[in-house]
């Protein structure tokens, strides 16, 4: 019954959690921080934070990285798109 009713009905709202907890997992910055011990290892994030000094910020380069992490991000939700818009619009029906 579960197989055959439930999960059709939500595979939307599956979808919908799962772009989310990527896009959370993807901007997180502290737990990697936390977690890693060598540059090789590190996140995009993290990998942002280090064009920042003490005093001054290569805007051009911070720019450049943060470009190719929307990208990712973008290519997960065009991916998933349909799954998202359906799992939202059905919520809050009954």
């Known amino acids: 019954m579960f197989w055959r009713i439930v999960l059709p009905l939500s595979t939307g709202a599956i979808g919908a959690l799962g772009i989310f907890a990527f896009m959370q997992a993807w901007a997180a910055f502290i737990w990697p921080l936390l977690m890693t011990?060598?540059?090789?290892m590190s996140t995009m994030e993290l990998g942002l934070g280090l064009f920042q000094n003490r005093f001054t910020v290569d805007y051009g380069l911070v720019t450049a990285g943060s470009c190719l992490s929307f990208f990712a991000v973008r290519a997960a939700f065009l991916f998933f798109r349909r799954?998202?818009?359906?799992?939202?619009?059905?919520?809050?029906?009954?």
């Open 83 to 94: 799954q998202i818009i359906q799992g939202i619009t059905l919520t809050g029906m009954k």
């Open 37 to 40: 011990s060598s540059n090789e």
